[in-house]
Structures are given as structure tokens and as C-alpha cells.
């Protein structure tokens, strides 16, 4: 049996990465590289040498070097301890590089039903541990929001409350609920998301801000909170806080958990007839927001946050509600003014 701690220790995760075929870049005490587990266009994997671990603001993967080796070669967690001991990792070959969603075959009812059983898990502990409940009262949240959205945190203990209902850990594994003797979502903030009314995904947010400070399921990121939205318009924003603070707010919202649009994101757009563009008041965020814009055409809406706040949840801390409704009415403002100048017959009709 491998010493799980000793493989992480002596195997660095920058060494690691490297030695399949990536390049990094130093930027301050991180480094940065192209992710290999979507068509990533811009450099958005970040690896962590202090903390030993990486993360991708393009998909969400994210882990320590096991879990990385296990994706990159598309294999479980005992076949990434496997192949770290017993042979270089450079012979990992490209043609086993894969996205999140193409892991391991896992049945999606016991997907579905083991994620459910978490999320109950983890929403249970979240009355029962003060300093999350102070952390999610820091951020904005109200009560009202942790029961609808049946937020979580991660208290220790979950493979027993799996195991006693029977289900098969090993999906728990595939999933990336359990790595080794370790729950990875432990000691986060539990912010699950809805398909067809059940929970089927989730994600984990430190209550510092140590990197990286979100841990994604390892299956297709959503975009968090749609299957909420039963309107024709949507308020799109880009972190799960910020969503967890539209909610909150009453807006028909939802979240891209970064700024990658596939293909796939489009289609589920599609059926709304505006889409508001809240995304952060950063270069990143704005270029997302010109990209969506010329994509969406005019049912695209730019949302310019109003000066100083950084994104959505910013504005929570400072009771900013009427300073976003303002700012979303200001938008569709604008938005039919400039209807009105490209097609003078509606700015009549109108």
C-alpha cells in the first residue's frame, strides 16, 4: 500500500505537469499554462507549488498531482498512485488526454443519487458550524438563500454517510467527493446546482482565501442556477456568490463559473430573449462581455457594475441592491436606445 502523503511530497506538482508535455509561466508566486482538459484558448490552469495542488478558471478541475495524473490519463485514484511510483509520468501518452466530462463511465442515476445524498450531508453540517454560517453571513447570504439553495459545508465524515446508504464509493471516487482516506470538499462552503429539479453537481468554496479557493465536481461544469429560471430573460454573472447574491435579490439569474462559453453554453441561451451581462468589473470579465455581445447580438445586454465594485457579491457587503436594480434598469435603458437608433420603426412603435 502507497503512502499516499509521501507520493505528493515527492513528486512536485509544477514536475509533474511539466513532464506531460505543458509549459508554465511564473506569474508572482503561481504558475500558468494552457489547461489540458478543454480547448482552453488563454492560459487559465494555475498551478500552486506552495500548496501543492492546481486549479482551472477556464473548466474548474482542480486537485493535488494524484488528481491530476488521474485525469490526464483518464484513470482512477489507484492508478494514478500506480503510475507515479512504478513509472515516469512522461510516458502518459496525448492521445489519453480527456475533458472533465469524459471521465470514467459512471451510471448517471448513481451519479445523481450519490451527489443528492451529499448535498444532504453537507446542508445538514452547515447549521451546525457557526463559523460557515458567520462566513456565508459576511458575504451577503441570508438564511432565506441557504435553504432554498441548499447550501452546505463540508464537515468531516461524508464516506461514512455514503457508505452507510449503500452506495458504491468508488463512483464517490470517480466523482472527486473522495480522494484516498481524504474528502476533498472538506472544510468548504457547499454550493450544489439543480438539473431538472435534483441535485447533480456541486462545488466548494474556502472560507479563506487561500488558491485555489474553489473545488469543482469532476463532471461537466453546469451553468449554475439556469434550471432556475423559468422567464424569457436572465441576469448572467460570473462566480457562484455572485449568483448566490442575484438569488438572493429576487433576479431570475444564473452563473458561467468563469468566463469560458462553449458551444454547449450557447444552446442553453438560447431560449432566453435578453441576456444581461453582470460579469466582473475586471479586463477578463469585459472581454467576456464583448465576446457574449457580438455572439448573442441583440439580445445580449451589457451590465456596467456601478464604480468600485468588483463584481455582483461585492456589492452584497455593502447593501447594494438598489444600486443593481438601478443598474440593470439602466442597461435595458440603453439597450433600447440603441434598438431605437438601428431600427427607427420600432423606437416609433415603441
Request: proline share 5%; charged share 25%; aromatic share 6%.
Amino acid at each position: 500500500m502507497h503512502d499516499t502523503d509521501s507520493i505528493r511530497r515527492d513528486h512536485p506538482i509544477a514536475d509533474v505537469v511539466v513532464a506531460s508535455g505543458l509549459q508554465l509561466r511564473p506569474t508572482g508566486g503561481r504558475l500558468t499554462g494552457v489547461c489540458p482538459f478543454h480547448g482552453d484558448t488563454r492560459p487559465s490552469l494555475i498551478v500552486y507549488p506552495a500548496t501543492q495542488s492546481y486549479y482551472c478558471f477556464g473548466c474548474g478541475a482542480g486537485g493535488d498531482v494524484i488528481d491530476f495524473v488521474a485525469r490526464l490519463n483518464k484513470m482512477g485514484f489507484k492508478e494514478a498512485v500506480e503510475t507515479l511510483c512504478g513509472r515516469a509520468v512522461q510516458q502518459a501518452t496525448v492521445s489519453r488526454l480527456h475533458c472533465v466530462s469524459e471521465g470514467p463511465a459512471v451510471d448517471h442515476e448513481d451519479a445523481v443519487r450519490i451527489v443528492e445524498s451529499t448535498v444532504d450531508f453537507y446542508h445538514g453540517a452547515l447549521w451546525r458550524t457557526p463559523k460557515a454560517l458567520a462566513y456565508l453571513r459576511s458575504r451577503g447570504v441570508r438564511e432565506a438563500t441557504i435553504a432554498n439553495c441548499r447550501l452546505g459545508f463540508g464537515e468531516s465524515g461524508l464516506t461514512g454517510h455514503l457508505a452507510k446508504r449503500g452506495v458504491d464509493l468508488d463512483v464517490a471516487r470517480s466523482l472527486g467527493l473522495i480522494n484516498g482516506n481524504r474528502e476533498c470538499f472538506a472544510g468548504r462552503v457547499i454550493i450544489p446546482n439543480l438539473t431538472d429539479g435534483r441535485d447533480t453537481w456541486l462545488t466548494g468554496r474556502r472560507l479563506d482565501e487561500q488558491e485555489p479557493r474553489y473545488l469543482n465536481l469532476r463532471t461537466e461544469k453546469p451553468i449554475l442556477g439556469l434550471d432556475r429560471v423559468k422567464g424569457d430573460a436572465v441576469v448572467l454573472v460570473e462566480g457562484p456568490f455572485d449568483w448566490l447574491t442575484a438569488y438572493g435579490w429576487g433576479f431570475d439569474s444564473a452563473a458561467l463559473l468563469g468566463t469560458r462559453v462553449s458551444d454547449r453554453v450557447l444552446r442553453q441561451l438560447d431560449r432566453f430573449a435578453q441576456v444581461y451581462l453582470a460579469l466582473d468589473n475586471d479586463e477578463v470579465g469585459r472581454d467576456a462581455v464583448r465576446n457574449l455581445t457580438e455572439v448573442l447580438g441583440p439580445r445580449a445586454i451589457p451590465v456596467h457594475l456601478p464604480s468600485g465594485a468588483s463584481d455582483v457579491s461585492a456589492l452584497a457587503q455593502e447593501g447594494g441592491r438598489p444600486a443593481f436594480i438601478s443598474t440593470i434598469l439602466r442597461a435595458a435603458s440603453d439597450a433600447r436606445a440603441r434598438q431605437s437608433t438601428c431600427d427607427p420603426a420600432a423606437g416609433r412603435a415603441a
